[in-house]
């Protein structure tokens, strides 16, 4: 069995910031694509604009399942079984794979209907299947990409994430642009681009996989076993993705009901967020690594104190990009935009939209450690019943019937994050309760069966 580590913010933040990396590097790729197609038309820019939202649906499936086999992996590393962590990998992969295809499939047949369904301009649904088409391809490549780089973690091997969004971008760029405005291929051509960095990056993965991921051997764990559990501690998260990407297309549209402005102002603001949330997300993904190992070890106290020592980490990960966004947000959003009303609503909804994320340091460590016990169902609980008793509702009655606009979303936003945190919060006590020291973990217990 693998001996602990005493649990620090700096151990966490070895762990946190190649997650970090990646996640903001991830965030440039679609800014690269955005800016390239920008320069070549309107009508490119739109098409991509359209198209990329339903490729990342396409991808909730494999990631849903990358985190099931991250915290297998992470709980059998903890308790020093390579047999089973390779066990795991290998199942997690296949299925991996076979999922990729088969959604990669339906995302290439149903391509041109879902963007006439989306209410697709026709001059845009041409392109926008195009790329679509393309990216199919991708799917497959992805789930590889994703399940690899779950199993690493699991193992606290997680600079392979940073490299791997590294060389996607040093692949996606310089190809985009040969692509796009010398071969003249456009939204086909960007598509062309991401499909080969995202191949490379699957390729470079499972390459390293072969030097720090054990081998198969004997286990006892049997395929369909493993797959099981890999199931119910998946379709949760894969539920709670969809409905978030659902209620973001929702309160896209109440912003689009106020105003062309405000919705513009929405769009600056929510992609200011994004990537303070990168921050807060990168930590708590740590801390769901850490704590899985120590569960793994049937160490209750260890995994609680990683807990600790997470929420302090994740403090600090939403404090300093606030205090930045806060005394660099106006000027930022001018570079986005020249229109001053854009300008004005963006700047008055920005405070509000920082302080959104207060909550959610408590309710993500609370849900990182659930996580990490295999309660995925209860995170998804939270999230949906918090979603639609607060955020939806109160997003409509204050932003749009109420009038407040912009800070009427955030506003709702705010309530969200509480009552998450609060049902997450009680999950967590009654789950953790007399974490006194190393006992039997029936969290660890619960997440195989």
């Not at 303070?276 to 740590?286: D, I, N, V």
Request: glycine share 10%; net charge positive.
């Amino acid at each position: 069995m693998n001996e602990p580590v005493r649990p620090t913010v700096r151990r966490a933040w070895a762990l946190t910031y190649p997650l970090l990396i990646a996640g903001l590097t991830q965030i440039v790729v679609n800014v690269v694509d955005t800016a390239l197609l920008a320069r070549l038309s309107t009508s490119a820019l739109g098409a991509f604009a359209l198209a990329a939202p339903v490729y990342l649906v396409a991808l909730i499936v494999v990631r849903g399942w990358a985190t099931a086999v991250q915290v297998q992996v992470a709980q059998r590393h903890g308790a020093g079984r390579p047999g089973e962590v390779a066990g795991t990998v290998r199942v997690g992969l296949t299925v991996a794979v076979g999922a990729g295809t088969v959604v990669g499939a339906l995302l290439y047949v149903t391509a041109g209907p879902v963007l006439s369904l989306l209410g697709a301009p026709d001059e845009l649904i041409g392109p926008g299947a195009a790329y679509l088409r393309v990216m199919a391809f991708a799917v497959p490549f992805a789930a590889v990409s994703f399940t690899l780089q779950g199993a690493c973690a699991g193992i606290g091997a997680t600079r392979v994430s940073m490299y791997i969004a590294l060389l996607v971008n040093v692949v996606n760029l310089p190809l985009g642009l040969l692509l796009i405005f010398r071969a003249g291929l456009g939204v086909t051509g960007a598509a062309l681009a991401t499909l080969v960095a995202t191949a490379a990056g699957a390729g470079y993965v499972a390459v390293y996989c072969r030097t720090c991921l054990p081998r198969y051997g004997k286990t006892a764990d049997k395929p369909v076993g493993v797959t099981g559990r890999l199931w119910r501690i998946g379709w949760p998260e894969m539920s709670t993705s969809g409905i978030g990407y659902l209620n973001e297309a929702l309160l896209a549209g109440f912003a689009a009901r106020m105003s062309t402005q405000d919705l513009a102002a929405y769009r600056i603001v929510d992609n200011l967020i994004l990537v303070t949330f990168t921050f807060l997300s990168s930590a708590a993904a740590a801390v769901m690594i850490l704590a899985g190992q120590e569960l793994g070890r049937d160490n209750v106290k260890g995994a609680t104190a990683w807990h600790r020592t997470g929420l302090r980490l994740m403090l600090i990960m939403v404090a300093v990009p606030s205090a930045v966004a806060l005394a660099l947000g106006r000027p930022l959003i001018s570079l986005v935009t020249d229109d001053p009303q854009v300008i004005d609503r963006a700047w008055a909804a920005t405070p509000l939209a920082l302080l959104s994320l207060a909550p959610f340091v408590v309710a993500m460590s609370h849900a990182a450690m659930l996580r990490a016990a295999g309660d995925t169902r209860a995170v998804m609980f939270a999230s949906v019943t918090s979603d639609y008793l607060l955020l939806i509702p109160l997003g409509w009655l204050l932003g749009v019937h109420a009038g407040l606009g912009l800070p009427g979303i955030y506003l709702a936003w705010i309530a969200f994050g509480l009552l998450y945190a609060a049902l997450l919060q009680l999950r967590y006590r009654r789950r953790f309760a007399g974490a006194v020291g190393p006992s039997p973990a029936p969290a660890a217990a619960s997440a195989d069966g």
